[in-house]
């Protein structure tokens, strides 16, 4: 079979424009790496948008404008119909259950003389996502989770283990995560841990720490 070389050469053009591109996904941001979704879905598309797509590429340098673009038109794709919910900086709750068991039981925190580490209250087959210590990233695909199954999430012995945090698991029928971000008050303090849980009908969000203590996790984090 020949190699289509224009082909390559867009696609590498793409590639290290999408690569100085950090614009992130709106709501989905903590379940999928924005840049790997862009490039995948543009190398799907026909050679001759492909290649319509390198001469913007080109032409636009490094910073490529029309990134955010595709980048939204993708993540629409992922919501589908989905409604958004972000309760974060409300005192309602987003959750009254999660995955068949009431919220406050859903995520279990253990602390180590070492860190913290995570387990949730759910069985199944999940694709993990897990970001953190500056430019750190963990992708497993179809990982066996049960109720004992622990993720540690803060390890004071590695480098840089005061960042902020995320961890994700995703299924096509329920995905889950959490993250320390930063609370968006305004004025600088501490990290906040937030849930965010997508099944079929939403995507939501809120303040784990409405419905646990989230001081653990959030312990001399960077903000």
Known sequence: METNLRRVRDIV?????IWSNYDRFRTLGVFYLERNEVLDRICAMPE?????????CREGGVRWRSFTKHMNK?????????E???????????FDTVAGVPAEEFVKIRESASGVSVSFSVTG???LLQRGNRNGCCEIRGIRVTPETEFTVVNELLPYWEDRY???????????????????????GSACVRLYVMDENRAAA?????????????LWINP
């Open 13 to 17: 053009s793409i590639k290290r424009t």
């Open 48 to 56: 001759e948008e492909i290649a319509k797509i390198a001469a913007e």
């Open 74 to 82: 993708i993540e629409s794709a992922l919501l589908g119909n989905r």
């Open 84 to 94: 958004i919910v972000d309760l974060g900086q409300s005192d309602e709750r987003a």
């Open 125 to 127: 087959t999940f694709d």
């Open 166 to 188: 995320t961890l994700a698991l995703k299924s096509p029928e329920l995905s889950f995560a959490i993250a320390a971000e930063d609370p968006k008050l305004g004025k600088k």
């Open 206 to 218: 809120d303040d784990l720490g409405k419905y646990t203590d989230t001081a653990p996790l959030t």
